[in-house]
């Protein structure tokens, strides 16, 4: 289960009416593909920004780490179980080397009250909310048509899994702290996921 990008609710009022929306569309996916879509092996998309805190934060001060970047919003009803999940290999795996990162879409809620929400619901780990929603160019090199989304970055600095939600994603994350801890990487494979394997990215169409 999924949470949607509002734009896809907003398209099929017009797809119905037998509007064409494909020079819009294509206008938005043209501009949503700067750079392509990223995969399992590539290097994640470079991250400078700022905190909800006001300090700045990127990748380059996580180097060397098992990082999770993890997209969602506070309005997304399927977000809130997958940040437990979270939170519960959080729990588990940060002394062995987890970090997390959240990175929030909203687009209409203050930073104060994202605070205020984090706070509330107990997630330690950092939160960045450029307020710029999914047009966040932090969300844009990963195309993200739904939520959550959640992008595992090995201690090679290379993108491990891409959305490994769910039972698939403490597995993922062992993957990787086997790997950054110089295991061989049969011992590694042992979990028996295939990370590789895992989804790019959860996309939906909708339905006339």
């Given at each position: 289960m999924f949470c949607p990008r509002p734009s896809l609710y907003l398209a099929l009022p017009a797809v119905l009416l037998g509007v064409s929306v494909l020079s819009t569309a294509s206008h938005a996916a043209d501009s949503?593909?700067?750079p392509a879509t990223l995969s399992a092996g590539d290097r994640?998309?470079?991250?400078?920004?700022?905190d909800i805190s006001g300090?700045?934060?990127?990748?380059d001060s996580y180097r060397g780490k098992v990082v999770l970047l993890d997209y969602w919003t506070t309005g997304c009803p399927m977000c809130r179980p997958e940040q437990i999940n979270v939170l519960?290999?959080?729990?588990?795996?940060h002394?062995?080397?987890?970090?997390?990162?959240?990175?929030s879409l909203d687009d209409r809620v203050s930073t104060a009250a994202l605070k205020h929400y984090v706070h509330e619901k107990g997630y330690p780990w950092r939160q960045i909310h450029d307020t710029r929603g999914w047009d966040s160019p932090l969300a844009a090199p990963y195309q993200l048509s739904s939520l959550p989304f959640l992008v595992l970055i090995g201690s090679d600095g290379?993108?491990?899994?891409?959305?490994?939600?769910?039972a698939s994603l403490q597995p993922a994350?062992?993957?990787a702290l086997s790997l950054k801890e110089g295991l061989p990487k049969a011992t590694a494979a042992s979990s028996g996921v295939r990370v590789s394997a895992?989804?790019?990215v959860s996309r939906i169409a909708p339905t006339p």
């Open positions: 949503s593909r700067t994640p998309a470079v991250l400078h920004a700022t300090k700045p934060i990127s990748l519960r290999s959080y729990k588990a795996l002394a062995k080397g987890l970090e997390v990162i959240g990175i290379k993108i491990a899994a891409l959305n490994p939600q769910g994350v062992l993957h895992l989804p790019a």
